[in-house]
T-cell receptor
Framework: GENVEQHPSTLSVQEGDSAVIKCTYS??????FPWYKQELGKGPQLIID?????GEKKDQRIAVTLNKTAKHFSLHITETQPEDSAVYFC?????????????FGKGTKLSVIP | EPEVTQTPSHQVTQMGQEVILRCVPI?????FYWYRQILGQKVEFLVS????????KSEIFDDQFSVERPDGSNFTLKIRSTKLEDSAMYFC???????????FGPGTRLLVL
């Protein structure tokens, strides 16, 4: 089955700096890669996703890049703000086959220091 | 904005007891999921449900687990005889047709004593 590795497990940045979180996946058939933000006591909330036919996607301060050959994808947050502090999860799924079950990474706790 | 809701938010039970966790998916969604997150660990897939039947399940989803859509709005996860290791946060998620995004509920924290 799919295995997703995520690094780092914790990340502290100064407000205004950039944050980068990296994930690798094992199943070359995976073609959908969402990123979720989880705040304390809440469920995961989708912040951005990317499909394997795209190399990069950007939404304001958030961007995701995908390298299919190397089987890794990354989340980039620019101009970080204190409200970006949360746990971020990457995930992988095979769309178009089966149920789209998500395989998650272990999460990255991001702390933005004011 | 439509959202997935879950009840209860917290449940404490004794080992061996049955629990039912409830979810109300987003109204026009047809694909439903349960995931769990043991404290400090990754979110793990349990089961997916479509057209009133299980479409996929993980190794975790053994005979003590069952899911049901008892009416047009609710989606439930039943654990027949809880074990200590069932203590976790359980998340329900739903997905619309021709969409890939799964929307998660706030979770039910289950503590088995």
């Amino acid at each position: 089955g799919e295995n997703v590795e995520q690094h780092p497990s914790t990340l502290s940045v100064q407000e205004g700096d950039s944050a980068v979180i990296k994930c690798t996946y094992s199943d070359s058939a995976s073609n959908y890669f969402p990123w979720y933000k989880q705040e304390l006591g809440k469920g995961p909330q989708l912040i951005i996703d990317i499909r394997s036919n795209v190399g990069e996607k950007k939404d304001q301060r958030i961007a995701v890049t995908l390298n299919k050959t190397a089987k890794h994808f990354s989340l980039h947050i620019t101009e970080t703000q204190p409200e970006d502090s949360a746990v971020y999860f990457c995930a992988a799924a095979r769309s178009g086959a089966g149920s789209y079950q998500l395989t998650f990474g272990k999460g990255t706790k991001l702390s933005v220091i004011p | 904005e439509p959202e997935v809701t879950q009840t209860p938010s917290h449940q404490v039970t004794q080992m061996g007891q049955e629990v039912i966790l409830r979810c109300v998916p987003i109204s026009n969604h047809l694909y439903f999921y349960w995931y769990r997150q043991i404290l400090g660990q990754k979110v793990e897939f349990l089961v997916s449900f479509y057209n009133n039947e299980i479409s996929e399940k993980s190794e975790i989803f053994d005979d003590q687990f069952s899911v049901e859509r008892p009416d047009g709005s609710n989606f439930t996860l039943k654990i027949r005889s809880t074990k200590l290791e069932d203590s976790a946060m359980y998340f329900c998620a739903s997905r619309g047709t021709a969409q890939e995004t799964q929307y998660f509920g706030p979770g039910t924290r289950l503590l088995v004593l």
